[in-house]
């Protein structure tokens, strides 16, 4: 079963805007991680945020984690048409364990 | 991090055949984990394959089903057996990289059962 849920389900932006999206989960966590996915192919690793932290930035994204309210959040900022993508976030008790996953955000950046 | 290559990337198969996915992995890993994405939704995980035990399935997954092999530390089969459209799905592998910064996934087989 999903542990998170991710909001909102779809969002459409113009090219240079900034993304947010919202992940919510259930239970305690070890990690949290962000991945994305184009068209339907593979997941690819955006970040992970540890739950002892509370931010953390890699390039052009920025995430949050808030464990006293079980959510965690993901902004691009400065869009591009390439961002779009489904953004997922995804639970884990350790590095052994398998991945729970949210049901995941569609993005649409528009030139 | 891992390198993961997954094949078949798609396939369009019969109902009541069998299909075997493979993923091969460019490192020795402990655990590799299969998952299955329906049509517009998330990953939900099918089963954990540990090498030299039988895979552990999730809660909806059965081995007749969904057998799996794992012969050892760099490969792993999922087999769909039987299939029915409803099986129509994107299947992925994954592996947790060293170090832990993350997992890594197969590219998906995207398969369509007609």
């Known amino acids: 079963s999903q542990q998170g849920e991710e909001d909102p389900q779809a969002l459409s932006i113009q090219e240079g805007e900034n993304a947010t999206m919202n992940c919510s989960y259930k239970?305690?966590?070890?990690?949290l991680q962000w991945y994305r996915q184009n068209s339907g192919r593979g997941l690819v690793h955006l970040i992970l945020i540890r739950s002892n932290e509370r931010e953390k930035h890699s390039g052009r994204l920025r995430v949050t984690l808030d464990t006293s309210k079980k959510s965690s959040s993901l902004l691009i900022t400065a869009s591009r048409a390439a961002d779009t993508a489904s953004y997922f976030c995804?639970?884990?008790?350790?590095?052994?364990?398998?991945?729970?996953f949210g049901k995941g955000t569609r993005l649409s950046v528009i030139a | 991090s891992a390198v993961i290559s997954q094949k078949p990337s798609r396939d369009i198969c019969q109902r009541g055949t069998s299909l075997t996915i493979q993923c091969q992995v460019d490192s020795q890993v402990t655990m590799m984990f299969w998952y299955r994405q329906q049509p517009g939704q998330s990953l939900t995980l099918i089963a954990t394959a540990n090498q030299g035990s039988e895979a552990t399935y999730e809660s909806g997954f059965v081995i007749d089903k969904f057998p799996i092999s794992r012969p050892n530390l760099t490969f792993s089969t999922l087999t769909v057996s039987n299939m029915s459209p409803e099986d129509s799905s994107i299947y992925l592998c994954?592996?947790?990289?060293?170090?832990?910064?993350?997992?890594?996934f197969g590219s998906g087989t995207r398969l369509t059962v007609v």
């Open positions: 239970t305690s966590i070890n990690n």
């Open positions: 994954s592996v947790a990289d060293r170090g832990y910064y993350g997992y890594t």
């Open positions: 995804a639970t884990d008790d350790s590095g052994n364990t398998p991945l729970v």
